[in-house]
């Protein structure tokens, strides 16, 4: 089974940086892509940034430019730096894993608890 583990979240001001750690553990944990999720009060869960198995990355348009998802493989471990934070960057952010399971691509998702990073006015 995968364990996810995330650290790094807290509170910081407007135009801060914050850096958040993702470390993947257990059998298949190695080798699949992961990403970055947040889910601020009252609203839905949505991507903030990906990483393939490969390197390749996505973000969310709203954090493009300001966030920066990297994975040290040796590690097994993701990680986000977030600059020039604003107040609406504020949620809890969860780390995500996709497994590949079978030869026809089917995933297994995988999330670690969360945590929570708060930018103040």
């Known amino acids: 089974q995968v364990h996810l583990v995330e650290s790094g979240g807290g509170l910081v001001q407007a135009g801060g940086s914050l850096r958040l750690s993702c470390a993947a553990s257990?059998?298949?944990?190695?080798?699949?892509?992961m990403g970055w999720y947040r889910q601020a009060p009252g609203k839905q869960r949505e991507l903030v940034a990906r990483?393939?198995?490969?390197?390749?990355?996505n973000y969310a348009d709203s954090v493009q430019g300001r966030f920066t998802i990297s994975r040290d493989n040796a590690k097994n471990t993701v990680y986000l730096n977030m600059n020039s934070l604003k107040p609406e960057d504020t949620a809890v952010y969860y780390c995500?894993?996709?497994?590949?399971?079978?030869?026809?691509?089917?995933?297994?998702?995988?999330w670690g608890q969360g945590t929570q990073v708060t930018v103040s006015s």
């Open positions: 995500n894993l996709e497994r590949v399971v079978n030869v026809e691509g089917a995933t297994r998702v995988f």
């Open positions: 990483i393939s198995s490969g390197g390749s990355t």
């Open positions: 257990g059998r298949g944990s190695g080798g699949n892509a």
